[in-house]
């Protein structure tokens, strides 16, 4: 199983980034997955995730309502789209799969059985 995270840069503040997490050997259909972040001195924090059940998605207060997690079941590929950043929201993002993802009770994670190599976004003036 591997999941290859992408789309990582350096932008300003205000601007947007689209990370992408190809699959294989898993399908992203048939398990719950999630975007975590990761700030220095920090606790990785799961910011989005996307059930499997009912495709019912969930966002951390952080995030809401600037990012969107999306899945592409032809490409078995995974987005976060990524408006409105703010330079706290620089980090390293991993994208991960088969874990608990419960939208209702706003509960995702920590633990996923797989995980992609985290991407760099900066966000800087």
């Known amino acids: 199983v591997q999941l290859q995270a992408s789309g990582g840069g350096s932008v300003k503040p205000g601007g947007s980034l689209k990370l992408s997490c190809a699959a294989s050997?898993?399908?992203?259909?048939?398990?719950?997955i999630a975007w975590f972040r990761q700030v220095p001195g920090k606790m990785r924090e799961g910011i989005s995730c996307?059930?499997?059940?009912?495709?019912?998605?969930y966002y951390a207060d952080s995030v809401k309502g600037r990012f969107t997690i999306s899945r592409d079941s032809a490409k078995n590929t995974v987005y976060l789209q990524m408006n409105s950043l703010k330079p706290e929201d620089t980090g390293v993002y991993y994208c991960a799969a088969d874990g608990i993802c419960l939208p209702a009770l706003g509960i995702v994670g920590p633990q996923y059985d797989h995980w992609g190599r985290g991407t760099l976004v900066t966000v800087s003036s």
């Open positions: 996307l059930s499997s059940s009912d495709s019912s998605t």
């Open positions: 050997g898993v399908s992203l259909d048939d398990h719950a």
